[in-house]
């Protein structure tokens, strides 16, 4: 099973731009859909964004649409999630997760998780 550890979180302002990272071990990370998912205080997890094994395939929530962009670079091991013009809302937990099967968007599908990295968006 394939352990993951998420780095890039952050204090930011609004209309700034973060990378976060997920570091893949354990596991050949290409056969993994990969995904994060995020958690603000008091609400559930929340699906972000999806990328299949090869990298050939993404999804978004509808709400990130157009700032987030998910990539990953499976010779290093790594996915990333590119933020751009971040907003308030968009403060939570950040999590990495992955699945041996691309397309699905709940958190229940997803096998192998990370322990999260905080970002947080000042008005």
């Known amino acids: 099973q394939v352990q993951l550890v998420e780095s890039g979180g952050g204090l930011v302002q609004a209309g700034d731009s973060l990378r976060l990272s997920c570091a893949a071990s354990?596991?050949?990370?290409?056969?993994?859909?990969m995904a994060w998912f995020r958690q603000a205080p008091g609400k559930e997890r929340q699906f972000v964004a999806t990328?299949?094994?090869?990298?050939?395939?993404?999804q978004y929530a509808d709400s990130v649409k157009g700032r987030f962009t998910i990539s990953r670079d499976n010779a290093k091991n790594t996915v990333y999630l590119q933020i751009d013009n971040l907003k308030p809302e968009d403060t939570a937990v950040y999590y990495c997760?992955?699945?041996?099967?691309?397309?699905?968007?709940?958190?229940?599908?997803?096998?192998?998780w990370g322990q999260g990295t905080q970002v947080t968006v000042s008005s």
């Open positions: 990328i299949s094994g090869s990298g050939d395939s993404t």
């Open positions: 354990g596991d050949i990370l290409s056969l993994y859909a």
């Open positions: 997760a992955a699945s041996i099967a691309y397309g699905f968007l709940s958190p229940g599908t997803f096998s192998s």
